[in-house]
């Protein structure tokens, strides 16, 4: 019987210094914006842009809008992408997208095509851990961490309800 070993590689206060820190280099890049729109890919993605939202809304004045996109991160190619938001609210606004976890880059990608059909203003992107295995061309604007992992290895990102979130490699 094989045993599967997880190593932590985020703790929960770790996690809430990349927070921080990507909230403020947000807020530094976008402090004459008066709206922010903050797209978290589904689940976890958008679990962490909650994160990222919250600390904006207590570092700025500026109206910070959350939203959840879905996407089949399984086959996003195939995926019908849905977000909780009107497409005539994106108009001439500053999106970030956000996810937890970027390895191959096809969810992001995909993600970030969607709002590539509207007049936005600017579009940026927010990983909390980078796995640097990327087969399309994406880049990321904010990043918590970046690892150097196997495409074997598992990165597994829980965010608490008890706020008490972790980062693995398994």
């Known amino acids: 019987m094989a045993t599967t070993t997880k190593t ?3 703790d929960h206060d770790n996690i809430i210094q990349k927070v921080n820190r ?3 280099q ?11 729109i903050i797209a978290g890919i589904a689940s976890r993605g958008y679990e962490f842009a909650e994160l990222i939202s919250e600390t904006l809304q207590k570092i700025s004045k500026i109206k910070i809008k959350l939203v959840e996109l879905k996407i089949n991160k399984e086959r996003p190619i195939d995926s019908n992408i849905k977000l909780t938001l009107h497409e005539k609210d994106l108009s001439d606004k500053v999106i ?19 709002f590539l059909n509207g007049p ?6 927010a990983v909390l851990v980078n796995r640097n295995h990327h087969r399309f061309p994406i880049h990321v604007d904010y ?28």
């Open 143 to 170: 990043v918590g961490t970046s690892l150097s992992t196997t495409l074997q290895d598992h990165v597994e990102v829980k965010f608490n309800v008890r706020g008490k979130h972790s980062v693995y490699l398994k």
């Open 8 to 10: 932590l590689i985020l």
């Open 26 to 36: 947000i807020f530094e890049d976008n402090y004459t914006e008066k709206e922010i």
């Open 96 to 114: 970030i997208v956000v996810d937890d976890v970027l390895n191959s880059g096809s969810t992001l990608i995909y993600g970030i095509n969607y």
């Open 22 to 24: 990507i909230a403020y």
């Open 120 to 125: 936005i203003r600017k579009l940026s992107t």
